[in-house]
């Protein structure tokens, strides 16, 4: 018999724009924990749902047992014994924990349901993994460490062999994580053959026993855990720093422009806090950046900053100023500029014309406005010169609609409206996210000549080519927290790398 | 031939305009099947008259124009209110404050016409803040709080026109109680003027509030798209979050929104009732006046001009339909605008549909396109 349960060959898949994977091939041996590690965006998530049939590969072939097999969706995959936990769980909120796990598959009699018979086997599942759970609760009602057990639960149930598990330690609290930890090892040990997707090195070191590293949709590579290392892993996921090298002069920082004190947010997704206590400061003429893998409070942080969140305690001065209580309007005068996440939800009103949107943060100023009444003359002169000098492109001009135009122009409008406001912080989370290597060496550019025009600029970004590139200083954000802070040519990335898996921490220096 | 038509479908609206004209026309086709359906002998005359009975006699058009008024200021309720992302249901309520403050100022207070008007936009206006409030302050769904305002907003108004003996019709002499009073007897100067426009058209219906609630229209739409008032409020329709982004105060927007909104259907009762033709009836039912503002503006996909025009078709029909008597029963034609106004619930659907096929057949030619520079 073949020794692998599950074979994926020469997988390539293709979104507009972007080759999500790239000829990867993936064994999975039958009884084995298999890691799949890579960076955001690396492709591990498209693969997976290649896999679960959530998408169809353009080339490629997948095969159970040696033999060709086709998914072209769920219910195909769970034929073949293939489950998931995607890392968003896939519950009915106010249904009971049983109901979830039996829903679909439901045992009946002349189509009355087998209601204690269903109980009875879950109890048995339950019981034989150690897998805790509270039959009757409502998914509503438990935590999300349970939701996860009731999604095995659920795999378990439909007797998969093969169990994919999506980033599971992403929502979790570091207790369920062991927890978590010691059921894949039981799973293990009852003949499950298990694909654990992870970006967090210790959990890949801690439970699996081989693991393929993808990188920008490429296979680099397939290691057995017992034969390397942390810093081997990270060097295989990250890969060599193709120096992509943005043209910065030395400068010495001047004035502290930001200093945020032992900053506390509360966090929208789980019941802790997002960021525990945060100090640090931004100074004119440096770019500091925090860098972190997603999810470590780096969203809320800057969602603090910027007055889009309230902050639970702690203080934000901006140039001496207290700011912990300024509304968004105030904080934008003060000069904050901000180049959101997400340029959709938060950057731009999609359905607003590209010069209504270039004057969101300044339409109520008088150089734009005559008693209440836009000027749409002084609005079309101003987007037009913003279209030339940033180099905007759209279909008509000032009176294109935003959704019609590409993402880096899109984003090109975001921050040609912000920089033009002459800011003296420039708070921009992720900048480059989805953009082409043009769009992205062009906002590099722009943050680095606002660091040269003696700015103070603060970066989010989870990209460590980005962050070694373009910052002065970098803080790194692991669970809420500043876990170290380095000069970018102080540090490898490798070293990084690990700080942002939380597999090492510093004392907190001076700054952080 | 080809370029130009692409480019009329590319012009925004277009699709909407499609829509709305798509619900209408299979509207009226189902409604001459329910004609043949109902009297096969007599369909023909009926359809005809749906269809031009309104602008048969000057007399029939000062009515569609004298009914359409108070339909467009409803539909602006619910139109403006839309734009900001509100969906509000209760300009009924609205509309039944409206009225009560018109009437209470012309008869108790003697207001002429233009302040009880203006009385009528504020009754209108509180019962407009108040859903907008609770959804401001407390998130609660507008749609559920302006339904209940509907209902108390009927029922305590009727209450207080029954317990006010001198804003009833018998009162003045008439026989039935139930009726508020006919204004040329309790205050002629509250009825709203008709500036001899009822001798050019020789018809007691027409006055000049059509022009009203055209001005209204025209400011509206002035407000949404030419003020800083109007791109916030739309900016908070369009994407919420980027307009807090921008620090553009939603609670207060919604609050505003609301009360301009509520405004609108207040008056729309005003100028209905201080007609001088219009008597309201104290009755358990909610005026057809306020929910016929919803198709009105959804026909009109929310665009304050284009609910002049849609208050117009709506009124027009219903005039028709009145015409149709009494070979036909006069509620054929609130099931014809029952169906426009479902098939334009589905408008949005519609416009979806027509749009997804003509990115497809963009699609289908840029590929045979670059088929064709593959082959050369």
Redesign the interface.
Known sequence: MNDYIIEMENITKEFPGVRANDRVTLQLKRGEVHALLGENGAGKSTLMSILFGLYQPDSGVIRKNGQVVRISNPNDANELQIGMVHQHFKLVEVFTVLENIFLGVEPTQLGVLKYQEARQRVLDLSKKYGLSVEPDARIEDITVGMQQRVEILKMLYRENEILIFDEPTAVLTPQEIKELMAIIRGLKAEGKSILFISHKLNEIMEVSDRCTVLRKGQCIGTVDIKDTSVEDLSRMMVGRPIQFKVDKKDQQPGDTVLEVENLVVPSKLHKNYAVKGVSFKVRTGEIVCLAGIEGNGQSELVYAL?G?EKSTSGTIRLQGQDITRA????R?RLGIS?I?EDRH????????SLA?NLV??R??EPDF?HR???D?IQVKNYAETLISQYDIRSGQGPQT?VRSMSGGNQQKAIIAREIDKNPELLVAIQPTRGLDVGAIEYIHSQLVAQRDAGKAVLLVSLELDEVMNVSDRILVMYEGEIVGEFKPREVTVEQLGLYMAGARRSQKGPNA | MKARIRKLIQK?GFDSLMASAAAIGIGLIFGLILLIVFNPGKSLYGFSQILFAGFSSAGKFSKVLYQAAPLIMTGLAVGFAFKTGLFNIGASGQYMLGTFFALYTGIIWQFPWWAALLAAMVGGAIWGAMPGLFKAFFNVNEVITSIMFNWIGLFAVNVLLANIPRVLADFYGASNPDRTANMAAANPAAIVPKWGLDRIFGSSYINISFFIAVILAVLAYIVLN????G?EL??CG??R????????NARRNIVLSMIIAGSFAGLGGGIYYLSGTAQYTIEKILPAMGFNGIPVALLATSNPLGIIFSALFVSYIQVGGEAMQPEYAKEIIDIIISVIIYLSAFSLLLKGFIRRQLQKLARVEAKAASEEEVAA
Do not use: V
């Open positions: 910027t889009i509304s968004i309007r105030q934008s901000h959101p939800k938060y950057g731009l009103i999609l359905d607003y209504d969101l943060q339409y109520w406005q209440g009444f836009i749409q609609q | 925004p030419r003020t800083i008032f791109y739309k900016a369009y994407n979050n980027a307009s807090i982004y921008a620090g553009i």
